[in-house]
């Protein structure tokens, strides 16, 4: 981005320590007002236990949201890129969608509903937190409009990154293919698709648009639901 002629301050981050976005957070005040905030933070079910999966996919999202949710400028508008994973598997239970929903982030990995016992592996536990991002945004665009600000969210397919690579040359490699083969689309994604839809929903264009989650699938959840794939539970 230096390259490109972008002034760039560069800061490590852990989105599974607050101690960590909040400094983020602090550092990104201290520069001028917080304008936009992109959340990418996240780890597959092939990467990382699924403790790690839910510290990172659904506590850090929920943090990061809180954090800058106490920094952001008004006319500001925050993103968290999930996945399209939050439309697979059944709908949870409404009690369930509204603790995964408002239940403080330091709370949420104690919610009896991510318990190893109704969370057993990386993959219903990357599902889980993907569908969280959506509740979770719908939540924040409360707490966040108080400040004038705005929140959504962005549930991509499979994308052209060396994340979806990785997946691609992974057990559930066949997988991924089939649902692009049975996609309208039938094709991945490039990177600049996403980059387009976020830019929109971060700028003025979009000041009416909040709590809101758009979903970038190339039509994978359609193919899904009128049956055409057998793959529910395998994350986007």
């Known amino acids: 981005m230096e390259d490109a002629s972008y002034a ?3 800061q490590q981050v852990d989105v599974t320590s ?3 976005v909040a400094a ?3 550092a990104a005040a201290a520069l001028g007002p917080v304008a936009q905030v992109v959340n990418t933070a996240g780890l597959s079910p092939n990467m990382a236990s699924v403790d790690k999966v839910l510290a990172v996919d659904l506590y850090g999202t929920a943090v990061v949201f809180e954090e800058f949710g106490r920094v952001i400028a008004p006319g500001g508008a925050g993103l968290v890129v999930s996945s399209m994973a939050g439309h697979m ?3 949870l239970c409404a009690d369930v969608e509204q603790a995964l929903a408002t ?3 330091d709370d949420l990995l104690a919610l009896p509903c991510l318990s190893i016992k109704a969370v057993p592996n990386s993959m219903v536990g990357y ?3 993907k569908r969280a991002n959506i509740l ?3 939540a924040e665009a409360i707490r966040w409009g108080a400040c004038g600000a705005r929140v959504n969210a962005i549930s991509p397919g499979i994308i052209a990154t060396p994340l979806a690579q990785h997946e691609l040359n992974s057990p559930i490699g066949d997988g991924y293919r089939a649902m692009i083969a049975a996609s309208p689309a039938g094709r991945m994604a490039p990177p600049d698709e996403i980059a387009i839809a976020a830019s929109f929903l971060l700028g003025p264009d979009a000041g009416f ?3 809101s989650e758009l979903l970038i699938d190339g039509g994978v959840i359609a193919a899904m639901r009128a049956g055409l794939l057998g793959l529910l539970g395998l994350p986007g």
């Open 18 to 20: 607050r101690v960590s």
């Open 103 to 105: 239940t403080p982030a």
């Open 24 to 26: 983020l957070a602090d």
């Open 136 to 138: 979770r945004v719908q």
């Open 89 to 91: 598997g059944e709908r």
């Open 8 to 10: 760039v301050v560069a």
């Open 209 to 211: 648009i909040t709590g």
């Open 127 to 129: 599902i889980v937190a």
